[in-house]
């Protein structure tokens, strides 16, 4: 909600919305108009009230020439003021990376649907945007059917306090996309998304052409737009191509049609585990150097009958290696150290969910519970050119 709204008493302990004050009762150095006796026109009770709650948040006094002059005085907070979300009016506001046309944008639009899409340059951008309430929500990748994990997010994961509200499952569907008239043959190099890239791994090589990654697939089509280069095409979506103004060339070019790409919904606060619908939890653990101690960890799922939907690890940047003596005759072997990331089909409202995690506190020498949100159980299409 802008601070400039604010609240007026409809008398019954309701509350009613009004429009921003007046520009000129807000500013401090411009003479105000004079304000017309009360009584003498016919106000409706809001409109009084509204006037009531101007002269008390306002000082007058005269300046010196001679008017009467406005200071404005701290408006106190309501509750509408710290009503948690949405902050920007009715409109949440939702970080992706890329630009317009980025499959990140479908999957934000599916995940909150009449959000305000808000492009970022980098995942770390977007992370930042929500810890600076500058949005409300992220929704970003984490891994694809294809392309495998995206390790950048995870790593941001840790290294940010924000917590996961849900998924979203879209089908990715690429495009080859070149400059209108242009044909598949002429091109010589093909930019896009590292992901993307690798999704079309077969076309590509078919191709014959010079793979170049960028930081996003609609980034690539707008590139080439920008700068009208013949020579080169992009794997990006046909919502890019109709943005951007270019030509499907080819639709259809991932290497399987079973293309998937799962995106995380971000959030400053964490939502209320629930148990009427399919819930997932995900969580980040360290486990102590030794034999059957991945094992054991992973046990205290199988003995609760959770399912495990994913198993990520991840160097432990601060602590990336670990010298440890080997035996009496002083040899010294070199360990690597690991961040263990866990998805299992519970809710942190199930007991059987919460004594798996207190097991594993008993040796898990650190763990973060990263979100317990609803699975999605769809899989969301993505537009085709058709
Ligand atoms: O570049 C885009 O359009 C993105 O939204 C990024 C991204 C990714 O990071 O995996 C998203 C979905 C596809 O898997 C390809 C690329």
Request: net charge negative.
């Amino acid at each position: 909600m802008s601070s400039l709204y604010h609240s007026v008493s409809q008398g019954d302990g309701s509350y009613a919305q009004l429009p921003p004050l007046p520009s000129h009762s807000r500013q401090s150095t411009s003479p105000a108009p004079p304000l017309p006796p009360r009584g003498l026109q016919h106000r409706s009770s809001s409109e009084a009230d509204l006037q009531q709650l101007q002269e008390n948040s306002l000082q007058l006094r005269n300046n010196d020439h001679g008017f009467r002059e406005i200071i404005p005085l701290p408006r106190p907070l309501s509750m509408l003021d710290l009503a948690p979300q949405p902050t920007h009016g009715c409109l949440l506001r939702v970080a992706y990376q890329g630009v317009p046309g980025a499959y990140s944008e479908m999957a934000a639009g599916n995940a909150y649907p009449n959000c305000e899409a808000v492009p970022c340059e980098q995942f770390e951008a977007a992370f930042q945007a929500v810890e600076q309430w500058v949005v409300d929500r992220a929704v970003l990748p984490i891994e694809n059917s294809l392309g495998g994990s995206i390790h950048r997010n995870y790593d941001l994961l840790l290294r940010h306090r924000l917590h996961i509200v849900g998924e979203v499952q879209l089908a990715v569907h690429h495009c080859l996309l070149g400059i209108p008239g242009v044909k598949k043959e002429e091109l010589v190099r093909v930019l896009s998304h590292p992901q993307a890239l690798a999704q079309c791994e077969h076309t590509l090589s078919k191709l014959n052409v010079i793979r170049e990654a960028v930081d996003d697939t609609a980034g690539a089509a707008q590139f080439i737009a920008a700068n009208n280069l013949r020579d080169t095409g992009a794997v990006a979506s046909s919502r890019a191509a109709e943005i951007y103004g270019l030509e499907v060339l080819a639709d259809g070019i991932q290497d399987d049609s079973d293309n998937v790409t799962r995106f995380l919904m971000l959030a400053r606060e964490p939502i209320m585990p629930r148990t009427d619908r399919p819930f997932k939890t995900s969580i980040t653990f360290t486990l102590e150097e030794g034999p059957g101690s991945l094992f054991k960890a992973l046990a205290v799922f199988a003995l609760r009958d959770l399912n495990l939907t994913k198993i990520e690890s991840r160097p432990l940047r601060k602590r990336p290696l670990r010298v440890a003596d080997d035996g009496s005759d002083g040899a010294k072997s070199v360990y690597f150290d690991y961040l263990f990331f866990v998805d299992f089909e519970a809710s942190m409202a199930e007991q059987r969910a919460q004594n798996a995690l207190r097991h594993l506190q008993e040796f898990a020498t650190f763990l973060r519970v990263l979100g317990s949100y609803p699975m999605d159980v769809s899989i969301k299409a993505c537009p085709t050119s058709q």
